[in-house]
């Protein structure tokens, strides 16, 4: 009857399925597998807590947000706007493909610049956006004392979703292939501890360098793919149809 304590797992999904509150569903979940399992609500509990503070360090992460929407409602993304706008000739290819390679390189020396919440949203998206509406209508000038941006060449929301979508994809690939050109990472030490146990004898710095070319191939892909993205658009906006 070892597969009565898998029951926690039916629960979750039974309570994402009906959409219940995730918490309670997780909790409730714990719960059940514990009690199934011979784990009396006294130790449960004491397992929840120490848990809770051994992890307590993601909780720091909310932190964060509230400083990101203040800085945001003082300008923070007009500041970022007004940056591209003073460099002639940016295109949002170059400047995206830019970042992909930064990004690859920081993921190489294991730097990190903050992510989607604090870095790609109120930054670099914004950064992106405005290089498009520049290369389209140069001769607009936009509006900077309005704390939210809008558009000069007003695209519409399904194009500035593909902006948005633009500048996440460029954070996910180019952290997921630059971690793993770094040895100390932790998806190349669970890379190189699997294949350890499945009798390979594979270092993580042979990993690292294993994925080294594999990280160039798709700075080479992303850019060109960023390129193509750019391009369509501005032919879809210079050509009057939008």
């Known amino acids: 009857m070892e597969y009565i304590k898998l029951i926690g797992v039916l629960i979750i999904v039974v309570g994402f399925i009906l959409k219940l ?5 997780v909790l409730i979940a714990g719960l059940v597998t ?9 130790e449960f509990l004491e397992m929840l807590g120490s848990t809770f503070v051994s ?31 003073r460099m002639k000739g940016l295109s949002m290819g170059v400047f995206y493909s830019a970042y992909f390679v930064i990004r ?6 294991n730097i990190r610049l903050g992510g989607h919440p604090s870095f790609v949203r109120p930054i670099v998206e914004p950064m992106g956006e405005a290089a498009l509406n520049a290369a389209i209508n140069p001769d607009k000038v936009q509006d900077t004392n309005q704390t939210q941006t809008t558009p000069v060449n007003n695209l519409s929301e399904k194009d500035l979703d593909t902006v948005k979508g633009l500048a996440a994809a460029n954070e996910n690939f180019g952290n997921f292939y630059g971690q793993n050109m770094f040895a100390g990472s932790a998806g190349v030490l669970l890379i190189a501890a699997t294949m350890s146990e499945l009798g390979y004898d594979v270092s993580p710095a042979a ?14 892909v992303g850019s060109a793919y960023n390129f193509s993205i750019d391009k369509a658009l501005q032919a879809k906006y210079k050509g ?3």
């Not at 509150?21 to 569903?25: E, K, L, N």
């Not at 909780?59 to 591209?84: D, H």
């Not at 690859?104 to 020396?109: D, K, N, R, V």
């Open 104 to 109: 690859l390189i920081c993921g190489l020396m």
């Open 240 to 242: 009057g149809k939008k």
């Open 55 to 85: 992890q307590r360090y993601v909780s720091i992460f909310f932190l964060t947000l509230p400083m990101i929407g203040l800085a945001e409602a003082y300008g923070l993304k007009v500041q970022a706007v007004r940056l591209i706008e």
């Open 34 to 42: 514990a009690l199934v399992s011979g784990i009396s609500i006294t």
């Open 207 to 220: 990993v690292a360098l294993a994925a080294i070319p594999i990280g160039i191939i798709s700075g080479f």
């Open 21 to 25: 509150d995730t918490i309670a569903t």
